[in-house]
C-alpha cells in the first residue's frame, strides 16, 4: 500500500501531524543549542532532543497508521511513553548534577521506579489486561512517588540548595509533571473508567498534551542551560 494523505477535514490526524513536525523541529532546535552551551549542560539538552526525537518518529508512524485505520493502538503511545518519560525524569536528576548539587543515585532510582510503575499498570488497564480501576490507582501510585521526590523527596531538597536559576526552572519543571501531566490520567478516566469517550477526542487530548509537556519541558531546560552559560549568544564550547 502507498502512502496514504491526511484528509483536509481529520482534526485527529491534524494533530499528529503538527506533534510529529514540531518534535521533529524541536529535536534540530534542542541539538544545535546543545553545542552552545557549558558542557555541563550539553547532556541535558542532548536528553531534552533525544525526547522530541523519539517522540517525533512515533507520532510520525502513530499519524499514517491513524489515517488509514483512523485509530492507534495503545500499545504504540505506549512504547513512546515508556522511552520518553524516563528521559524526561532523568533531567531532574541531571540539571542537578550539573551544579554539583547533593543528590544521590536513591533520587534516580524512586523516580525511574515510580515512572515504570505509573506506565507499565497504566498501559495494562487501556489495554483491559488487568481491572482498569486496580490499574489506574497502583498507576497513580507511581505518579505519587515521582510528585513527592520532586517536592517533598531529596530531588526536591536538592533544588532548593542550587542557584535560583537552576531552583526556578526546577519548580516550572515538576509543575509540568504536576499540573501538565494530570491530563492523562484525567483521559484514562474519561476514556476507560467512565466509559463510552469518542477515541478521536482521546488521541486529540494525548496529543497536544505530549505537544505541550514535552517541548515546554525541554525549553525550560534549554533556557536555564543558556542562562547558565553567560546568556543567550554565548559560545561555551571550551568551557
Known amino acids: 500500500m502507498g502512502k496514504m494523505f491526511l484528509e483536509s477535514g481529520d482534526l485527529v490526524g491534524v494533530t499528529f501531524w503538527l506533534v510529529s513536525i514540531a518534535m521533529i523541529a524541536s529535536t534540530v532546535f534542542f541539538l544545535y543549542e546543545g553545542a552552545h552551551v557549558k558542557k555541563e549542560w550539553r547532556l541535558s539538552l542532548l536528553v531534552a532532543g533525544l525526547v522530541t526525537l523519539v517522540a517525533g518518529v512515533h507520532y510520525d508512524y502513530m499519524r499514517d497508521f491513524w ?9 504504540y503511545r505506549y512504547i513512546d511513553w515508556l522511552i520518553t518519560v524516563p528521559l524526561l525524569m532523568i533531567e531532574f536528576f541531571l540539571i542537578l548534577k550539573a551544579v554539583g ?3 544521590g543515585t ?15 499498570f497504566g498501559y495494562l488497564g487501556e489495554a483491559e489486561l488487568m481491572n482498569v ?20 523527596g531529596a530531588a526536591g531538597s536538592a533544588a532548593k540548595e542550587a542557584s535560583p536559576a537552576v531552583a526556578s526552572a526546577f519548580n516550572y519543571m515538576r509543575l509540568i509533571v504536576l499540573v501538565g501531566w494530570a491530563i492523562y490520567p484525567i483521559g484514562y478516566v474519561w476514556g476507560y473508567m467512565l466509559g463510552g469517550v ?4 482521546l ?12 517541548i515546554l519541558f525541554g525549553l525550560i531546560i534549554w533556557h536555564l542551560a543558556v542562562s547558565e552559560s553567560g546568556g543567550a549568544g554565548h559560545d561555551n564550547e571550551t568551557a
Open 101 to 103: 548539587a547533593a543528590v
Open 67 to 75: 489515517v488509514v485505520e483512523q485509530t492507534t493502538p495503545i500499545v
Open 203 to 214: 488521541n486529540m487530548v494525548y496529543n497536544l498534551a505530549d505537544f505541550v509537556n514535552k
Open 133 to 152: 480501576t486496580l490499574a489506574f490507582w497502583i498507576g497513580m501510585a507511581g505518579w505519587g512517588v515521582i510528585i513527592y521526590e520532586i517536592y517533598a
Open 198 to 201: 469518542d477515541q478521536g477526542a
Open 106 to 120: 536513591g533520587s534516580f532510582l524512586r523516580l525511574l521506579v515510580g515512572t515504570l510503575v505509573m506506565l507499565i
